[in-house]
């Protein structure tokens, strides 16, 4: 069957790093999303990889290992804004989104 | 209009009774989707169109249908909600339905069936 894991929650002091972790088992894949979604509002994109290594953009990195089905979001300098949940999502043979359940992260002062 | 809207914004409805759901974007993208998000699961495809005049089914179809008569909407019925349908919808589009492509989401509908 096809499969997304994340931690269901974590937390993170602010000005901290956080790396939030995801693994994946999808019938072929071509690609693999992270979204952030603040409580009661739409998830926004934050990344997409496709191909191994590590994408930086800014305060946010996200790093793909395709032959070992996993992936991370590290997050440096915490600020409390960035409390959310962060989701991901793999792309499968079918070329649909399958989604993990979600990291709730909290920030503390 | 700038992006994708939804409507109703929530929406509490008797258990029997038929429900559409409104999805409007104005990017001009070919693919559509809906989805449905409950507590403690992932965001679960409905339906997804991409293009317009087809539509496909996604992992949870059932008492569900939608259309695509259009490029820009994309509307989302329940024939006759069941209290198991109570959840949150969103509303999503992207350039192509290639899966490689970002999706962009709307605000979401909060549906409650009594």
């Known amino acids: 069957g096809q499969n997304i894991d994340q931690p269901t929650e974590m937390t993170a002091t602010e000005g901290a790093i956080v790396q939030i972790n995801c693994t994946y088992q999808?019938?072929?894949?071509?690609?693999l999303f992270w979204y952030q979604q603040h409580a009661g509002e739409a998830p926004t994109f934050l990344s997409y990889?496709?191909l191994d290594g590590l994408e930086e953009k800014g305060r946010f990195s996200s790093f793909l290992s395709r032959s070992k089905g996993y992936s991370y979001l590290l997050l440096k300098e915490l600020q409390m804004k960035d409390s959310a949940s962060y989701l991901c999502?793999?792309?499968?043979?079918?070329?649909?989104?399958?989604w993990g359940a979600g990291t709730k992260l909290i920030i503390k002062p | 209009i700038a992006g994708i809207t939804q409507a109703p914004t929530s929406q509490i409805l008797a258990a029997g009774r038929r429900m559409t759901l409104r999805c409007t974007q104005d990017?001009?993208?070919?693919?559509m989707y809906w989805y449905r998000q409950d507590l403690g699961l992932g965001l679960r495809l409905i339906h997804y169109?991409?293009?317009?005049?087809?539509?496909g089914k996604g992992e949870v179809p059932d008492g569900y249908s939608v259309s695509r008569a259009n490029t820009d909407d994309f509307p989302l019925t329940l024939a006759s909600a069941v209290p198991s349908q109570t959840s949150v919808y969103f509303c999503?589009?992207?350039?192509?339905?290639?899966?490689?492509?970002?999706?962009?989401f709307g605000p979401g509908t909060r549906l409650t069936v009594l």
């Open positions: 999503a589009s992207s350039d192509s339905g290639a899966g490689t492509d970002t999706q962009y």
């Open positions: 990017m001009r993208h070919n693919a």
């Open positions: 169109s991409n293009t317009a005049g087809t539509t």
């Open positions: 999808t019938s072929g894949f071509n690609g």
């Open positions: 990889n496709v």
């Open positions: 999502a793999a792309t499968d043979s079918n070329y649909q989104l399958i």
